[in-house]
């Protein structure tokens, strides 16, 4: 039940950016969890989901949307209430001619927490493994 609980993590973590509900995005962090991506640490639900408010606002890659995340390959290892997963996922858009086209891909490592609200990040660490160039 806790691995499924944690899978669900990890799924929303795409799903809600891809609704752009940062709102809740942020809410799948624990109150003192950390966001760390492209060198930048992040932490609390309300600034963690600001930042991503503002750089999806921002969209400094020229992404086109409707842009969404696959997830896949999470391993996750328990340990009481406590937890560590990795995973992967890929960022897909719309190229040119409006077919998919994969734009970056990632890797993840997470620290997860079990809270009264249920499983949390306590710490979540974005790696791009295929980034775009900007030109």
Do not use: C, K
């Not at 969890?33 to 969209?59: C, F, Q």
């Not at 391993?75 to 040119?96: C, K, M, Y």
């Amino acid at each position: 039940e806790d691995r499924e609980a944690i899978r669900l993590v990890l799924r929303d973590y795409g799903s809600l950016l891809d609704e752009r509900d940062f709102d809740a995005f942020g809410r799948l962090f624990a109150l003192d969890g950390e966001y760390v991506s492209a060198g930048r640490t992040t932490r609390g639900p309300v600034e963690i989901a600001d930042g991503l408010r503002r750089v999806m606002a921002g969209n400094s890659l020229g992404i086109a949307e409707p842009n969404f995340h696959v997830l896949f390959n999470e391993h996750i290892e328990l340990n009481g209430d406590h937890a560590r997963a990795t995973s992967q996922s890929f960022f897909v858009a719309p190229g040119v001619d409006g077919a998919p086209q994969l734009v970056m891909m990632a890797s993840y490592e997470d620290e997860l927490v079990r809270t009264g609200e249920g499983w949390r990040f306590a710490r979540r660490i974005v790696r791009g493994n295929m980034v775009p160039r900007r030109n």
